[in-house]
Nanobody
Framework: QVQLVESGGGLVQAGESLRLSCQAS????????IGWYRQAPGKQRELVAV???????KYSESVEGRFTISRDNAMRTVHLQMNSLKPEDTAIYYC???????????????WGQGTQVTVSS
């Protein structure tokens, strides 16, 4: 069973940066697409960014140009570098295993526990 553990969330001011990390428990990570998703209070979970096993990336329009997803297969870790953070980026951020090219969060079965990101204005 794959387990995902997120880290790196916190409270920052608008314009600042955070780096999130997602580490997988087993070597299946190497052949899997990994996605970062977020869920704000009262809203549905949405895709933030995804990176495939061959490092193809996809971003939501709301974070394009500000966030960067990367992966370190040796460490079984995917990072999400978030720059120029805005209050609307406030959410719980989760990593998950999408069945690429499908990225719909409603069909993902493996999630981490989530990490809170709060951006104050």
């Amino acid at each position: 069973q794959v387990q995902l553990v997120e880290s790196g969330g916190g409270l920052v001011q608008a314009g600042e940066s955070l780096r999130l990390s997602c580490q997988a428990s087993v070597s299946i990570f190497r052949s899997s697409a990994i996605g970062w998703y977020r869920q704000a209070p009262g809203k549905q979970r949405e895709l933030v960014a995804v990176i495939t096993s061959s490092s193809v990336t996809k971003y939501s329009e709301s974070v394009e140009g500000r966030f960067t997803i990367s992966r370190d297969n040796a460490m079984r870790t995917v990072h999400l570098q978030m720059n120029s953070l805005k209050p609307e980026d406030t959410a719980i951020y989760y990593c998950g295993l999408p069945a690429w090219p499908r990225t719909d969060p409603r069909v993902i079965r493996t999630w981490g526990q989530g990490t809170q990101v709060t951006v104050s204005s």
